[in-house]
C-alpha cells in the first residue's frame, strides 16, 4: 500500500510515494507558492505523484489537530489555513497534516537516526529552526499541537529582530539564514565550501553559527534529557564542516557536562528527506 508524504518549507516543497517499507518510489520538488496558491500546488504534487490510499502533509508554523495552519512565520499571510480540509474535498482521500519538524521527527526515529530511542529529539535547521520531541517512546504534539517551536525561544534579549515579531529568537542565529548573515550575505552552501576548502574568514564563521546552535540544543537538552538530538534540515548537508564545531561548543555550554551522560549529537540519516517521508508514515498509520 503506497502513501504520500509532502513536506512544506520556506522555499521548497517535497512530495515523496513510499511503499510500505518505506522506500520512495519517486519524487517531486516545487518552490514554496504564496499562501493563495499552497493547495493548489499540494493538490498539483498529489497528483504527479500518483496512486496512493494515504496522504501526509508536514507544514510550519502552528498547526491544530484538525490540520490547520494558525500561522507560520516564514509563509507570509497564514491565518487559519485549513489545510486538511480542503485538500482533502480536492483528492477524495483522508489527509493528515501535522508540523513539518514533528514529521521528520517520526522519520528518523522510527527509521532513521533515532531508531529505537525512548527519547529522542529532532531539531531542523533551515529557513527557520523546528523540533519535535519523543519523550517515554511517545511522540509528543502538546496540549494544542503547537510543541517544538523551539526556533522562537529567545536567546538574545533586544536581538536581531525576527519574522515572527520577536526580537533574538534561536533561528536569527542558528538557521540556514542566519549562517548566511554571519557571512555578510554569502549564501550558506559557498560559505560550508570556502570553509571545508581552508578559508579563515569563513572557518570563523562556521564557528560563530555552530556555538549558536550548540546554546541552542544545550538548552534543549536541559530540559528534556533526551538520549539522541538528531540534527535535520537543509544545513545538514554541510554537517561535516560545522558538527565538529557544533560538538565542542556543546560539551561545553551543556549544564554540569562533566557530570553527566552527554545526549549524542547525530546528522539525519534521512536528510533533507525525513520531513516527506515522516509525512508519509503518519498519514498511513493515523
Known amino acids: 500500500m503506497n502513501a504520500i508524504g509532502i513536506d512544506v518549507g520556506g522555499t521548497k516543497c517535497l512530495g515523496v510515494l513510499i511503499d510500505e517499507g518505506a522506500n520512495i518510489l519517486c519524487s517531486v520538488r516545487k518552490p514554496t507558492p504564496s499562501t493563495e496558491d499552497l493547495i493548489d500546488l499540494l493538490q498539483e504534487i498529489v497528483e ?140 550558506g552552501e559557498i560559505v560550508a565550501r570556502r570553509a571545508a576548502a581552508g578559508d579563515a574568514n569563513m572557518i570563523e564563521v562556521v564557528d560563530v553559527f555552530a556555538k549558536w546552535v550548540a546554546l541552542g540544543l544545550a538548552n534543549l537538552a536541559n530540559i528534556i534529557d533526551p538520549e539522541v538530538i538528531v540534527i535535520g534540515g537543509g544545513v545538514v548537508e554541510s554537517s561535516a564542516v560545522f558538527m565538529p564545531a557544533v560538538q565542542k561548543w556543546f560539551a561545553e555550554l551543556l549544564y554540569s557536562a562533566e557530570s553527566r551522560t552527554h545526549p549524542r549529537l547525530e546528522s539525519a540519516q534521512l536528510g533533507e528527506r525525513a520531513g516527506a517521508i515522516g509525512a508519509a508514515l503518519l498519514g498511513a498509520t493515523i
Open 48 to 187: 504527479e505523484l500518483g496512486d496512493a490510499s494515504t496522504i501526509g502533509v508536514g507544514l510550519p508554523g502552528l498547526i491544530t489537530p484538525r490540520g490547520v495552519m494558525q500561522a507560520a512565520p516564514n509563509l507570509k499571510n497564514v491565518v487559519q489555513l485549513s489545510v486538511a480540509t480542503e485538500l482533502e474535498k480536492r483528492c477524495g482521500r483522508k489527509v493528515h497534516v501535522e508540523n513539518d519538524a514533528t514529521s521528520a521527527t517520526y522519520a528518523e526515529w522510527k527509521i532513521g537516526a533515532a531508531r529505537d530511542a525512548t527519547d529522542a529529539a529532532f531539531v531542523g535547521l533551515g529557513t527557520g529552526i523546528g523540533a519535535g520531541f519523543v519523550v517515554g517512546g511517545r511522540l509528543q504534539r502538546g496540549a494544542h499541537g503547537y510543541a517544538g517551536e523551539i526556533g522562537h525561544m529567545v536567546v538574545q534579549v533586544d536581538g536581531i529582530e525576527c519574522v515572527c515579531g520577536l526580537r533574538g529568537c534561536w533561528e536569527r542565529y542558528a538557521s540556514g539564514w542566519a549562517l548566511g548573515n554571519f557571512a555578510g550575505g554569502v549564501d
